[in-house]
């Protein structure tokens, strides 16, 4: 048996809640009925504990074989990965381990007990309503299990924890009707029972006691029923990380989601970091909100499945029409923003045709025209421009594949225009755009311009590799690679040129592209935005 639990046992714990928690998804998703049935809890709770394991996967060597560093690790990832209120209040259950550090740079027993203790008041102190019956009191117990342990030894009380999580689980239908009439546990507080339980393996080197008659299916009815929590006018899940604020200012808008929403939970990782949660109609308003309070990112929402046959409702739109535009990067999206359009930041690799149907239907409008940007092929959101359609609202996708594109569509948009003669002008101005990327190689390829070897410059036209620039001076390399792709474009003419800098450009080649334009290409004029692109070096459009 450990009676310390170092960086290695951290590590083969954060394995363990992730290999019980994908065993055991599709079961905790089938109970959970609260706050909102919509069977995610198991995929929040997994979402969030493999963004703690990838944390600690990715660090550094030195970290890796330090718990203090591992912990503190796992703890911001599964803040920055947190998914729904479970995946929130885990991640304050490991920001608790992490803020209860010892000398001997592991958890003991003692330590547990601080941090379970830790993790019960930051918990609770993130819910703005706290409801009985949840994983809230099934940590609660865990706390007081632990404390309430005559043997300090990690064993005895990592034991002791798991045992009274699962004595307070059983207990959770009786206090909350909801669950009671379903017939199942808190979805929420199983999860945090496999956790604690996946501790109890590690420690022991045995499996803790498990949980009898924990899933029961729930009626077939049940899935439609009004939720006992959040009012039923909001019909969306809004969740994003903020940083660049202070307390005053979480305050402040945690009283302004308050306002407009339900639901409410603002948690931090103890230094700048901030997770947001709220339930609410108007998703750009909770947006704006985090806004005014700092900078949010990673921005999720996500329609509630009780909501479906509301949002077909007139009482839904509010307005005949709205724009909609999928952007990456933060300056990308203030512009489009300062252009009267809705946004929505897709940053990941891969977009969930679900976040973009709940945005679309966020904008509360008649008719949406939504701008995809080469963020997610059109193809892909068939079924959702279906679906929406399908539910009372007009779509109509236009054919920008680079943001660039989407610029020149929204400089000739014209609200007062018939709607279609609109989107029409829209499509012609975004087709008549030339797009070239400048980019960099991240791994070998064949290309049409020969190969690419990892940390070449590319030039791109339209979605194809045209030029390759090799050389050791990264900054030179952009400058050739920006040269040669401005020519190219040019050369079949062109008057005004649209520039969407990235992050990794290099300082200096906004002013080598204005002189390049003038001298080889007199009469055309060049325009730079900073974008803050971070797939690119930069963005070209020629009109």
Same mark, same amino acid.
Do not use: K
């Given at each position: 048996?450990?009676?310390?639990?170092?960086?290695?046992?951290?590590?083969?714990?954060?394995?363990?809640?992730?290999?019980?928690?994908?065993?055991?998804?599709?079961?905790? #998703?089938?109970?959970?009925?609260?706050?909102?049935?919509?069977?995610?809890? $198991?995929? #929040?709770?997994?979402?969030?504990?493999?963004?703690?394991?990838?944390?600690?996967?990715?660090?550094?060597?030195?970290?890796?074989?330090?718990?203090?560093?591992?912990?503190?690790?796992?703890? %911001?990832?599964?803040?920055?990965?947190?998914?729904? #209120?479970?995946?929130?209040?885990?991640?304050?259950?490991?920001?608790?381990?992490?803020?209860?550090?010892?000398?001997?740079?592991?958890?003991?027993?003692?330590?547990?007990? !601080?941090?379970?203790?830790?993790?019960?008041?930051?918990?609770?102190?993130?819910?703005?309503?706290?409801?009985?019956?949840?994983?809230?009191?099934?940590?609660?117990?865990?706390?007081?299990?632990?404390?309430?342990?005559?043997?300090?030894?990690?064993?005895?009380?990592? !034991?002791?924890?798991?045992?009274?999580?699962? +004595?307070?689980?059983?207990?959770?239908?009786?206090?909350?009707?909801?669950?009671? %009439?379903?017939?199942?546990?808190?979805?929420?507080?199983?999860?945090?029972?496999?956790?604690?339980?996946?501790?109890?393996?590690?420690?022991?080197?045995?499996?803790?006691?498990?949980?009898?008659?924990?899933? !029961?299916?729930?009626?077939?009815?049940?899935?439609?029923?009004?939720?006992?929590?959040?009012?039923?006018?909001?019909?969306?899940?809004?969740?994003?990380?903020?940083?660049?604020?202070?307390?005053?200012?979480?305050?402040?808008?945690?009283?302004?989601?308050?306002?407009?929403?339900?639901?409410?939970?603002?948690?931090?990782?103890? $230094?700048?970091?901030?997770?947001?949660?709220?339930?609410?109609?108007?998703?750009?308003?909770?947006?704006?909100?985090?806004?005014?309070?700092?900078?949010?990112?990673?921005?999720?929402?996500?329609?509630?499945?009780?909501?479906?046959?509301?949002?077909?409702?007139?009482?839904?739109?509010?307005?005949?029409?709205?724009?909609?535009?999928?952007?990456?990067?933060?300056?990308?999206?203030?512009?489009?923003?300062?252009? $009267?359009?809705?946004?929505?930041?897709?940053?990941?690799? &891969?977009?969930?045709?679900?976040?973009?149907?709940?945005?679309?239907?966020?904008?509360?409008?008649?008719?949406?025209?939504?701008?995809?940007?080469?963020?997610?092929?059109?193809?892909?959101?068939?079924?959702?421009?279906?679906?929406?359609?399908?539910? $009372?609202?007009?779509?109509?996708?236009?054919?920008?594949?680079?943001?660039?594109?989407?610029?020149?569509?929204?400089?000739?948009?014209?609200?007062?225009?018939?709607?279609?003669?609109?989107?029409?002008?829209?499509?012609?101005?975004?087709?008549?755009?030339?797009?070239?990327?400048?980019?960099?190689?991240?791994?070998?390829?064949?290309?049409?311009?020969?190969?690419?070897?990892?940390?070449?410059?590319?030039?791109?036209?339209?979605? +194809?590799?045209?030029?390759?620039?090799?050389?050791?001076?990264?900054?030179?390399?952009?400058?050739?690679?920006?040269?040669?792709?401005?020519?190219?474009?040019?050369?079949?003419?062109?008057?005004?040129? !649209?520039?969407?800098?990235?992050?990794?450009?290099?300082?200096?080649?906004?002013?080598?592209?204005?002189?390049?334009?003038?001298? &080889?290409?007199?009469?055309? +004029?060049?325009?730079?935005?900073?974008?803050?692109?971070?797939?690119?070096?930069?963005?070209?459009?020629?009109?």
């Amino acid at each position: 048996m450990l009676q310390l639990l170092d960086a290695a046992a951290l590590r083969r714990w954060a394995d363990a809640c992730v290999d019980t928690l994908t065993v055991h998804c599709a079961e905790v #998703n089938a109970i959970n009925v609260f706050p909102v049935a919509d069977s995610d809890t $198991g995929t #929040n709770l997994l979402n969030t504990m493999r963004s703690a394991l990838d944390a600690v996967v990715r660090a550094p060597a030195e970290e890796a074989s330090s718990y203090t560093a591992s912990v503190a690790a796992m703890a %911001r990832g599964a803040l920055t990965g947190a998914r729904g #209120n479970s995946g929130v209040i885990i991640s304050q259950v490991l920001r608790g381990l992490a803020e209860s550090s010892t000398p001997e740079d592991g958890l003991t027993g003692t330590a547990l007990r !601080t941090a379970l203790h830790r993790a019960d008041g930051l918990a609770f102190a993130s819910v703005s309503d706290p409801v009985a019956g949840t994983v809230l009191t099934v940590l609660h117990a865990a706390a007081d299990a632990a404390e309430a342990s005559v043997d300090p030894r990690l064993p005895t009380v990592a !034991t002791a924890a798991a045992r009274g999580a699962a +004595e307070a689980l059983l207990d959770t239908p009786r206090q909350l009707a909801v669950l009671a %009439r379903a017939g199942v546990v808190d979805a929420g507080g199983w999860g945090l029972v496999l956790m604690l339980d996946a501790l109890v393996a590690v420690v022991t080197g045995s499996a803790a006691e498990r949980v009898e008659n924990a899933v !029961t299916a729930r009626p077939a009815g049940f899935l439609t029923a009004e939720r006992e929590r959040g009012s039923t006018e909001h019909g969306y899940e809004v969740m994003y990380l903020l940083d660049q604020t202070g307390s005053a200012r979480v305050d402040e808008l945690r009283a302004q989601l308050g306002s407009i929403g339900d639901s409410v939970v603002i948690v931090g990782d103890g $230094g700048e970091l901030f997770s947001v949660h709220v339930h609410c109609s108007d998703v750009g308003a909770a947006v704006e909100a985090g806004v005014m309070a700092g900078r949010p990112h990673r921005i999720t929402v996500v329609r509630f499945a009780d909501s479906v046959e509301r949002v077909a409702g007139s009482e839904r739109l509010t307005r005949d029409r709205a724009l909609l535009a999928l952007v990456s990067g933060a300056g990308a999206a203030d512009l489009f923003a300062a252009e $009267g359009a809705a946004v929505l930041r897709c940053d990941t690799i &891969v977009i969930d045709p679900g976040a973009v149907r709940a945005a679309i239907e966020g904008t509360r409008a008649g008719h949406v025209t939504v701008l995809p940007n080469g963020v997610i092929a059109s193809s892909e959101l068939a079924d959702v421009v279906a679906a929406v359609r399908h539910a $009372g609202q007009g779509v109509t996708l236009l054919p920008t594949s680079s943001p660039v594109q989407g610029l020149a569509a929204l400089a000739v948009h014209d609200p007062s225009r018939d709607p279609e003669d609109d989107a029409l002008a829209m499509a012609e101005a975004a087709t008549a755009t030339r797009r070239g990327a400048v980019r960099v190689a991240a791994e070998e390829a064949l290309t049409w311009a020969g190969r690419c070897e990892p940390g070449d410059v590319l030039g791109l036209l339209d979605d +194809e590799v045209v030029l390759i620039v090799r050389g050791e001076d990264a900054g030179e390399q952009q400058s050739d690679a920006v040269r040669g792709l401005l020519d190219r474009m040019l050369d079949a003419g062109g008057e005004l040129v !649209t520039v969407l800098t990235g992050v990794a450009m290099h300082e200096g080649l906004e002013e080598l592209m204005q002189e390049h334009v003038r001298t &080889v290409h007199p009469g055309v +004029e060049l325009v730079a935005y900073p974008g803050q692109l971070t797939a690119d070096v930069l963005l070209l459009g020629v009109e």
